[in-house]
């Protein structure tokens, strides 16, 4: 069963990993799809043909979700392009500029800040006016266990996906008069790009630690985005969905 049939999602950071996993997902369940990349035009461009093969609409747009004014182009390009709607915006994008509060720059924090959690401010902000009007949105936040737990090297990381879930709880109360839910994907460990970059030891003590013993994939995350932007949770706004393979448990 096809449950984004005719919906239109625009994910932040779709070129590679988990955003990419969602797009691929999404778009096998029939939802029209924007996403944005960073610097991997060959890669986002593969992945908008890719879509396109599935029957569905597909566009990559090089946009930097850290920047406010950038978004707010973004989002007018991406309602030119999709007939004037958007049903689902997925907060994904992110990094990490991993070290101990030791050592760890002022440069490195803020960096850190800005693409993980301004970046969810600027993206929601700029698609706020198209689901008032429709009287209806799902928003997506991808937050992270660091998050909810913390991690000893990560404050920056930790701070900016801690936020935002204080940031999706209150848009959940603001927005929710108007049949707009907020929620958050907290992720675990989830083999991608971003996590091949840890020591192999750091790696096995995570994975160690995972009741399920094994990391989690992109379609992990995907599914559950599925779950969350479709009809079967209108009723489910405001929370965190911890997708972890019982990490936090
Ligand atoms: P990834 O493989 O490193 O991919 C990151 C994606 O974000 C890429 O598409 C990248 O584009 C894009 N991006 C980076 N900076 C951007 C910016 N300023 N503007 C727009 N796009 C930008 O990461 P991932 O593992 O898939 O993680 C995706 C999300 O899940 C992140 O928010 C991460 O914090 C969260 N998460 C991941 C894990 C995990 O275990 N992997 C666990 C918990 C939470 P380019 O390809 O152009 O660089």
Redesign the pocket.
């Known amino acids: 069963m096809k449950l984004l049939e005719g919906k239109t999602a625009i994910i932040?950071?779709?070129?590679?990993?988990?955003?990419?996993?969602i797009a691929q997902v999404f778009a096998k369940h029939g939802a029209n799809v924007a996403?944005?990349?960073?610097?991997?035009?060959a890669?986002?461009e593969e992945l908008a043909t890719e879509l396109q093969g599935l029957g569905v609409k597909a566009k990559a747009y090089?946009?930097?979700?850290?920047?406010f004014q950038a978004s707010q182009d973004l989002v007018a390009e991406v309602l030119k392009d999709f007939d004037g709607k958007i049903d689902i915006l997925i907060?994904?994008?992110?990094?990490?500029k991993d070290n101990l509060l030791m050592r760890i720059s002022e440069e490195d924090f803020d960096t850190v800040i800005?693409?993980?959690l301004k970046?969810v401010f600027n993206m929601t902000k700029a698609v706020q006016r198209t689901m008032l009007k429709q009287r209806q949105g799902s928003i997506i936040n991808?937050?992270?266990?660091?998050?909810v737990k913390g991690n000893a090297g990560q404050t920056n990381?930790a701070a900016?996906?801690a936020g935002i879930i204080g940031f999706s709880k209150s848009v959940a109360l603001e927005l929710g008069s108007r049949s707009i839910r907020c929620n958050v994907v907290?992720?675990?460990?989830?083999?991608?790009?971003?996590?091949a970059k840890l020591d192999e030891k750091v790696v096995e003590g995570w994975r160690a630690g995972i009741p399920l013993k094994r990391?989690?994939s992109?379609e992990d995350?995907a599914n559950a985005c599925v779950y969350l932007g479709s009809e079967l949770s209108t009723y489910v706004t405001g929370q965190v969905l911890n997708v972890d393979g019982g990490m936090l448990t």
């Open positions: 932040t950071g779709g070129s590679r990993g988990i955003g990419r996993g996403f944005t990349y960073s610097s991997s035009s890669a986002a090089q946009s930097n979700a850290a920047d907060n994904n994008a992110g990094i990490t800005e693409v993980n970046s991808m937050s992270s266990v660091v998050g990381y900016s996906k907290a992720p675990g460990f989830i083999e991608t790009e971003m996590t990391g989690g992109p995350i």
